[in-house]
């Protein structure tokens, strides 16, 4: 099994639709998480932390459940820049510190 | 642009041959990772410097080694190229131990092993 697991995508959507991306992780010493943003052919670049009270940044909602060890993004009102691949992030410290990304799923908007 | 750069931008080396990159951190930043990202998938950690010591290590064999320097900036060395090493690598830094802090990537280096 994979430590972080994601959709495999893509995902092709209308511009203005809802679109939820899902990610579960597999070790319980999990201690932040993320969601990265990596355009074509560009570097990741951080879109949000999750907390498990939720978040929301705009037309972005992240949410944590440690107990199901899940997270999600939510993105509202999709908009043609939208189009990029989502990466969920996932930091633990067990005996040395870790970053796992997930495989990251593709979301195309289409006008 | 994060102000973390990498050099080179590209490279292409044969099997069995050793390579070396570059990673000056973003000013402010003590703290740097670097990842491989093969085509298609996530960026797999490969380990992490804090203040000159490796803080953690992912599933990468020893063949890859690091070196972090006093300015914070970084070297990659992959000894033994093999085919597979064949991928984008990525650094990124942050500030502090903590883990939960914002990581910033340079644009990669794309090694190429023939």
């Known amino acids: 099994r994979k430590e972080v697991e994601q959709d495999p995508g893509p995902f092709n959507v209308p511009e203005g639709a809802t679109v939820a991306f899902n990610c579960t992780y597999s070790?319980?010493?999990?201690?932040?998480f993320f969601w990265y943003r990596q355009d074509c052919r560009k570097e990741p670049k951080l879109l949000m932390s999750v907390y498990s009270s939720g978040n929301e940044d705009g037309r972005f909602t992240a949410q944590l459940n440690r107990a199901s060890q899940y997270i999600s993004l939510l993105i509202r009102d999709s908009k043609l820049s939208d189009s990029a691949t989502y990466l969920c992030?996932?930091?633990?410290?067990?005996?040395?510190?870790?970053?796992?990304f997930g495989a990251g799923t593709r979301l195309f908007v289409k006008a | 642009e994060t102000g973390v750069t990498q050099s080179p931008t590209h490279l292409i080396k044969t099997r069995g041959q050793q390579v070396t990159l570059r990673c000056s951190s973003q000013?402010?930043?003590?703290?740097v990772s670097w990842y491989q990202q093969a085509l298609g998938q996530g960026p797999q950690f490969i380990f992490q410097?804090?203040?000159?010591?490796?803080?953690g290590r992912g599933n990468f064999p020893p063949r890859f080694s690091g070196l972090q320097f006093p300015n914070y900036s970084s070297e990659l060395n992959v000894n033994a190229l093999e085919l597979d090493d064949s991928a984008l690598y990525l650094c990124?830094?942050?500030?502090?131990?903590?883990?939960?802090?914002?990581?910033?990537f340079g644009p990669g280096t794309r090694l190429t092993v023939l």
């Open positions: 990124a830094s942050s500030w502090g131990l903590a883990g939960g802090n914002e990581q910033f």
């Open positions: 000013s402010g930043h003590n703290t």
């Open positions: 992030v996932v930091n633990l410290n067990t005996g040395g510190f870790k970053t796992i």
């Open positions: 070790n319980s010493a999990s201690q932040s």
């Open positions: 410097y804090y203040r000159e010591e490796e803080n």
